[in-house]
DNA sequence: TCAGATATGTAGCTTTGGCTACATATTAAT
DNA sequence: ATTAATATGTAGCCAAAGCTACATATCTGA
């Protein structure tokens, strides 16, 4: 066998160099994905208990605050909460602002799923995952199904 | 404010024990996607090419070949891949199984996405992503989808 | 008020998944 | 058969996200 395998159908050669066909799952990628749950969440808190604590945060994940509270310095040292030691966190205008499109876009999803007949508790559960996967286009089809539906 | 704030809708108390609603986006969710990824890539390449070595993956990725390289072993060591220093890289039955399921999983979202009206390219970029959460249930909702678009 | 409960912080460890730089093996070509 | 190109391996760095253990602050109730 050799290095660069004798390609069957491929094409021929080697290496063809092929552009990678997706990044994707970068690190990266990943802690984006934690930072929308996060704001989603403090929004949450916020609106619902009238403000958003470390322990409260980390009930809601399912980790320690520990966690919580390293993950809380990240987003702050990136613009998205302010926080001040034994005060409880808020949401700086572009933390807002990506929280409620992560809302929004995590509705439709459950929406969406919910309108194939997925029951409504694994829809919620499946959309936190699936949310972040969802580009635009997408979305935007699922919005559509759901005013097919709706209309019909 | 109060450390445990006080609850306007949710219920009452401080802190209701909540359960967490969601273990989710653990670390171990995240590195058992890219197993998934992994030996899904490789049995592609098997198929396609005859073989698959590290740097092949590493392109298909867009990775470099040591992060791979390192992967690949955290990947015998989980019993899905055989490898040998400078030798191709071959899945064991439990990760020839685990590349199947995925591969399925992953065409149906697919072709699921197109069904809805999703360019091609676009529906496969974002099922490598949405395919990891995709429960069951919400799977077999999909292949409904699709069998009642297929007989309309 | 002050003591106990609860929340937050800090130190430090682990694993994972990125990387660069460099060494070595294998393959391919002359 | 050597050499040059390519692939693989190793060492070692980094950041993120998890943890436990322990210290400190804050809050609550008696």
């Known amino acids: 066998?050799?290095?660069?395998?004798?390609?069957?159908?491929?094409?021929?050669?080697?290496?063809?160099?092929?552009?990678?066909?997706?990044?994707?799952?970068?690190?990266?990628?990943?802690?984006?994905?934690?930072?929308?749950?996060?704001?989603?969440?403090?929004?949450?808190?916020?609106?619902?208990?009238?403000?958003?604590?470390?322990?409260?945060?980390?009930?809601?994940?399912?980790?320690?605050?520990?966690?919580?509270?390293?993950?809380?310095?990240?987003?702050?040292?990136?613009?998205?909460?302010?926080s001040l030691p034994y005060r409880s966190i808020f949401l700086t205008a572009s933390g807002q602002k990506l929280s409620e499109e992560s809302r929004r876009r995590h509705e439709t999803v459950v929406d969406f799923l919910?309108?194939?007949g997925v029951p409504k508790v694994v829809a919620q559960s499946d959309a936190e995952g699936i949310e972040h996967h969802v580009s635009q286009e997408t979305l935007r089809a699922f919005v559509k199904h759901l005013r097919q539906r709706a209309s019909a």
């Not at 208990?49 to 809380?72: F, N, P, S, Y």
Request: proline share 5%; hydrophobic share 40%.
């Open 1 to 82: 066998m050799s290095a660069s395998a004798a390609p069957a159908s491929q094409k021929a050669k080697s290496k063809p160099a092929l552009p990678h066909q997706h990044p994707r799952r970068t690190r990266e990628e990943h802690s984006h994905e934690i930072a929308q749950d996060y704001v989603e969440i403090i929004a949450d808190l916020i609106a619902t208990t009238g403000e958003a604590r470390v322990i409260d945060v980390a009930r809601r994940l399912g980790v320690t605050h520990v966690t919580v509270a390293r993950t809380i310095k990240r987003l702050q040292r990136e613009g998205l909460v302010t």
């Open 114 to 116: 919910k309108s194939l």
